[in-house]
């Protein structure tokens, strides 16, 4: 048996939805035997969360998270017209680590952009999508932003 963590989240809902919320889906998750020490990761208008599962395999580590966190909004949301559907998982073992993560300020540095730029450049086919987002914004992989350099010219124009 393997300790896998766990990211979850579902599509958004509105806003004043979602604070109300995300306390019930902790509780209801943390209720579970089968997951561990779930904390909430909501983007501000999803429900989320971060959790453990013990499990002899990725496959089935992602079957317990999904099931148990669907169960939890199925729980929170029932008085809503449409449940949000899930967005994003991601199940890797516990000892995994992200590398480096960095907010605006800091990619736009390593892509040698201002901040504005950086995020003209989230709208281009090929920039990596954020890691995780938190209350003051997203944050991305170093190396996913570097390789996005690597892979293009992204400066400004001289003259400009």
Known sequence: MKTWRVWIETDPIA?????????????ALDARHDIGGPVGSGTGTSLGAVFEVDAPDV?????VAIDAFAE????????LPKR????????VPEDFEHGELVGAIDGARALGVSRQR??????????????TRLARGALWRREEIEAFAANRSVT???GR
Request: negative net charge; glycine residues 2%.
């Open 59 to 63: 496959r089935k580590a992602a079957d």
């Open 84 to 91: 949000p559907d899930i967005r994003r998982v991601e199940v």
């Open 156 to 158: 400004a124009k001289p």
């Open 15 to 27: 806003e004043m939805e979602w604070s109300d919320r995300i306390d019930a889906l902790l509780d």
């Open 118 to 131: 950086f995020y003209q450049l989230m709208d281009r086919p090929g920039f990596p999508r954020p890691a």
């Open 72 to 79: 939890a909004v199925a729980v929170v949301t029932e008085d």
